[in-house]
């Protein structure tokens, strides 16, 4: 019983040591927060994302625009909900297929697809479908009038 006003004490000052108040100020440069505010601006504009396309063709040469784009339109008629893009590298014109998030997609629809339209997936900038929106209709059993 006679250590414990020292224990008191050394326990006390203990808890005031861990204690610790005080302010922090980050100070940065201006113009880095100037090119952080830019790249983010510039994100929010894109409007594609890396992902996978399957190029069907590669046309270079005489008439290899009016090739390109007849193979496209045929694309289109074959798979009317796939997306066909002509892209001109120079000195090719490349017929793309797709907008696939993930190299397994653009596999599936290349498999779908091998028998007529030969092509390899590559990667590329795609252009992401818009989020779909769900109609919220609500559910007439469910109202509180049971």
């Known amino acids: 019983m006679k250590h414990l006003p020292l224990?008191?004490?050394?326990?006390?000052?203990?808890?005031?040591?861990?204690c610790q108040t005080g302010h922090v100020s980050i100070i940065g440069?201006?113009?880095?927060?100037?090119?952080?505010?830019?790249?983010?601006e510039l994100n929010s504009r894109a409007k594609?994302?890396?992902?996978?396309?399957?190029?069907i063709a590669s046309f270079s040469g005489t008439n290899s625009k009016t090739s390109a784009f007849n193979l496209r339109d045929r694309f289109q008629l074959d798979y009317p909900a796939v997306q066909a893009?002509?892209?001109?590298?120079?000195?090719?014109?490349?017929v793309k297929v797709g907008d696939f998030r993930t190299r397994l997609e653009a596999?599936?629809?290349?498999?779908e697809i091998k028998e007529t339209y030969k092509g390899y997936i590559i990667k590329d900038n795609i252009n992401p479908?818009?989020?779909?929106?769900?109609?919220?209709a609500p559910d007439d059993?469910?109202?509180g009038d049971e």
């Open 107 to 111: 596999y599936a629809f290349l498999q």
């Open 85 to 94: 893009y002509i892209v001109f590298e120079e000195p090719n014109f490349k």
């Open 129 to 136: 479908e818009p989020p779909q929106q769900e109609l919220y």
């Open 29 to 40: 440069d201006v113009d880095a927060a100037r090119m952080v505010e830019r790249h983010v």
């Open 141 to 143: 059993e469910q109202s």
């Open 7 to 18: 224990l008191m004490l050394l326990l006390s000052l203990g808890a005031t040591g861990w």
């Open 48 to 55: 594609t994302i890396p992902g996978f396309r399957v190029q």
